[in-house]
């Protein structure tokens, strides 16, 4: 699914991107990209928060 519309990018490759981003600029730089009407910034911001979150699950709460 289109994520960035402006160009043109993806939502895997810019999952591929986001791994290990510090933020967004950088995942646009490794598409080799720049932002542009910045819309999709805050997706590109939850792609780059859920690959943290899949590397750094929650622990459980003891019961």
């Not at 986001?18 to 490794?30: G, H, I, S, Y």
């Not at 598409?31 to 859920?50: F, M, N, S, Y």
Request: negative net charge; hydrophobic residues 40%.
């Amino acid at each position: 699914m289109y994520v960035c519309i402006c160009n043109a990018l993806k939502d895997r490759e810019l999952s591929e991107a986001a791994n290990d981003a510090r933020n967004v600029a950088e995942v646009f730089r490794r598409c080799g990209r720049r932002p542009q009407c910045g819309k999709c910034l805050p997706d590109v911001a939850q792609i780059i928060e859920d690959g943290r979150a899949a590397e750094n699950p929650a622990p459980l709460a003891a019961e």
